[in-house]
């Protein structure tokens, strides 16, 4: 689970990247037609859902540490 | 122990690494590795016996005109025959050549001055800086300009007659050389595509002299390398392989020998097909109004529209086309033409509708399985059109 919490924002990030590249294609040759092809689509679901689940875990280790915090200030008053 | 952490130059370094290494992953799964689809097709049009050699072809004036010369030189170097015979044939070919020669200037002298009154009436106010829209100073500097021309290759046939000229203009950098192809055809299914390996499918590519080898093509230019996408109308010699629309303007030749062009907004695919397509391609964009005048504006953008190598095709009237191949990225014999250029000259050349066909390193043309052109390195195409076979 850490280990996949360390990989996924990298994932996600070279996912953003391909996209960002494609894009820039796109408005010099659109013809080509980099961004709506189906291969691309297929891509960008998997951007969406590495997106999404990197979100998610950012929320969940941002509320997680919120929590420990918030203990370790009682556990310090009660301490006190 | 402890869990060493990378520097974070390191990582930014190996993400970037992996966008491009996953960018080149994807470009040679997409757009390098062939892709059979295996799909045959539909037949959606055939030209009956009753419209087969429907169009009238021309004289053969000019190939009596290229005999002659040729028989001239031959006697020059024949020790033979007679000084007097010698003199005369010259004299006659000199002068064939000269009344040629005044017969074409004076035609094309009189098409400049007619499409110049066309284009200045029909011309509309160009002030905008818009990236699509057709630079009025570029299609008059071409319209104005001194084309030179010389004949390369002639070839008639029952079914064809083929002129393939080279004309330039301009001087030092800006000068352009272009292939002009004046094509007339019996009937309209002498105008044949090719597939490279005869194989609809994405990225199937291959040289435009074994595709015209291959169909006996005497002549053959680049296509519209539909391959490299998976949208758009396909239809070769009656056969439809996809008929999903992209964004990008159509040009169709009917079995009729028409040849029109559309907006893709405009394009109805169902009525279209209904009245009997022979080829549609999907490239573009659409040059002239079908009145032989520029457009005022192009479905491009600024980057395809910039100084290149290019291929055009062109209709004239029912049985008679143009191709155009025009020669680029070599400064000094020809720098490439943006798309404004590229109409002009097809206006120029007579045509009423003109359709821009893929360019750069593909724009090639090829006469009896040798190239015409100069094309800047060349490459392995979809398809071709070619005649012959």
């Not at chain 2, 966008?19 to 009956?48: K, N, R, W």
């Not at chain 2, 290229?66 to 030189?73: G, L, N, P, R």
């Not at chain 2, 699509?132 to 029952?158: G, P, R």
Request: glycine share 8%; charged share 25%; with cysteine.
């Amino acid at each position: 689970m850490k280990r996949l919490a360390r990989i996924l924002p990298h994932a996600t990030i070279v996912m953003v990247g391909m996209f960002i590249f494609f894009w820039v294609l796109d408005i010099m040759n659109p013809t080509m037609n980099f961004i709506n092809r189906k291969a691309s689509n297929k891509l960008m679901i998997i951007m969406l859902v590495l997106s999404m689940v990197t979100a998610i875990m950012d929320i969940y280790h941002e509320r997680k540490c919120d929590r420990l915090k918030k203990l370790s200030e009682e556990s310090s008053d009660k301490g006190r | 122990m402890k869990n060493k952490r990378m520097p974070v130059w390191a990582m930014a370094v190996t993400d970037t690494l992996l966008i491009c290494a996953a960018v080149g992953t994807f470009m040679l799964f997409d757009y390098v590795m062939p892709h059979s689809s295996g799909e045959q097709g539909t037949v959606v049009a055939q030209v009956d016996s009753d419209t087969k050699n429907s169009f009238v072809l021309p004289t053969s004036g000019n190939k009596e005109t290229e005999e002659d010369i040729e028989k001239s030189v031959s006697s020059e170097t024949d020790n033979e025959s007679s000084a007097e015979s010698k003199a005369e044939a010259e004299s006659s070919a000199a002068e064939k050549a000269e009344s040629s020669a005044e017969k074409n200037e004076s035609r094309s002298s009189s098409r400049k001055k007619e499409r110049r009154e066309h284009t200045s009436e029909n011309w509309y106010d160009n002030t905008g800086t818009d990236e699509y829209t057709a630079d009025d100073t570029l299609v008059q500097s071409v319209l104005n300009a001194d084309v030179q021309s010389e004949q390369v290759q002639y070839y008639e046939s029952d079914d064809a007659v083929i002129t393939i000229e080279k004309k330039w203009f301009g001087e030092g950098d800006d000068k352009v050389t272009y292939y002009a192809a004046d094509i007339y055809v019996s009937s309209v299914d002498v105008l044949k595509t090719a597939l490279a390996e005869d194989t609809y499918g994405k990225n199937i590519k291959d040289s435009i002299f074994s595709m015209a080898a291959e169909h006996g093509a005497v002549f053959a230019v680049n296509g519209d390398f539909y391959g490299n996408s998976e949208e758009g109308i396909v239809v070769r010699n009656g056969v439809k392989y996809r008929d999903n629309l992209n964004d990008v303007d159509i040009c169709v030749l009917f079995t009729n020998g028409e040849m029109k062009t559309y907006t893709y907004e405009e394009f109805d695919t169902d009525a279209v097909l209904a009245q009997g397509v022979w080829q549609a391609w999907c490239f573009g964009p659409m040059l002239l109004d079908g009145n032989g005048g520029v457009l005022e504006t192009f479905n491009t953008t600024t980057y395809l529209n910039s100084e290149n190598p290019r291929s055009a095709i062109g209709y004239i009237a029912p049985g008679h086309y143009k191709i155009i191949t025009v020669d680029g990225r070599d400064p000094g014999y020809s720098k490439g033409v943006t798309l404004s250029e590229l109409a002009a000259i097809m206006s120029d050349e007579g045509c009423m509708t003109a359709y821009n066909l893929d360019g750069g390193c593909s724009a090639m043309m090829v006469y009896d399985g040798e190239l015409v052109n100069i094309p800047d390195r060349g490459r392995e195409i979809s398809d071709i059109i070619y005649i012959g076979g």
